[in-house]
C-alpha cells in the first residue's frame, strides 16, 4: 500500500479557476514547464497535500464525478505515474507515516 504526497520541489497556484503547478529547480521556478491541471486532475492534487493513498484519492473523485470505478482507478494510477515521472509527486512508504501496510 502506497502513499503519495505532492513534491517539495514544485509550487502549484489557482488563478482563474486554473490550478498551475510550477517546478522549482536551484531556487528559481521553471516556467517553461508549467503543468496546467484539468478539473479532475485538480481533485487528485488536492488530495495530495498531504500524504494520500490511491484508494482515497479514487474515492474522492468518485465523490466529484461520475465513473465506472475500474476506469477512475485506470485514470488515478496513469495520471500518479505521469507525475511522479515529472518530478511533481512522490511516493512515500506507509512506514514513513506510521502506517502498517
Not at 479532475?40 to 490511491?54: D, L
Not at 512522490?90 to 501496510?101: H, K, M, Q, T, Y
Request: with cysteine; glycine share 6%.
Amino acid at each position: 500500500m502506497q502513499y503519495f504526497i505532492r513534491s517539495e520541489s514544485v509550487v502549484s497556484r489557482v488563478i482563474a479557476g486554473e490550478t498551475l503547478i510550477i517546478p522549482v529547480r536551484k531556487g528559481v521556478g521553471d516556467l517553461a514547464s508549467i503543468y496546467s491541471l484539468n478539473p479532475v486532475a485538480t481533485v487528485i492534487w488536492q488530495a495530495i497535500q498531504q500524504p494520500c493513498h490511491k484508494q482515497e484519492i479514487v474515492t474522492a473523485i468518485e465523490q466529484e464525478f461520475a465513473g465506472d470505478r475500474q476506469q477512475i482507478e485506470h485514470d488515478v494510477d496513469s495520471f500518479l505515474d505521469e507525475m511522479h515521472s515529472a518530478g511533481l509527486i512522490a511516493p512515500v512508504e506507509p512506514r514513513a507515516l506510521g502506517v502498517s501496510a
